[in-house]
């Protein structure tokens, strides 16, 4: 459950984060002048902090499902020991 609850946390947070830096691209571009390059390296250079930040949610989003995976794989193989276990004491 704990897992459950941290990847839908991380999930809202880059959610999050996207809109965020998606918004204030969008504005950046709008307030750019010059050439299409150059209004998108100037909104890249005036997003990098909203960037960063919406790419560390992505990771960490990523890093919560891959715990969540390494979890049911434990589980899995728990089962199995469990289920060997169980037949071999009711097979004496």
Do not use: P
Request: proline share 0%; aromatic share 4%; charged share 25%.
């Amino acid at each position: 459950e704990t897992t459950t609850q941290a990847i839908g946390k991380r999930g809202r947070e880059a959610a999050e984060k996207d809109v965020a830096y998606g918004i204030a691209y969008a504005q950046a571009m709008l307030a750019a002048e010059g050439t299409v390059e150059q209004c998108k390296a100037q909104a890249r250079i005036a997003t990098a902090e909203l960037e960063l930040e919406h790419k560390v949610a992505e990771a960490k989003l990523s890093s919560a499902k891959y715990a969540a995976s390494n979890l049911r794989s434990q589980l899995d193989a728990l089962r199995s020991i469990n289920s060997n276990l169980r037949h071999l004491t009711t097979a004496s």
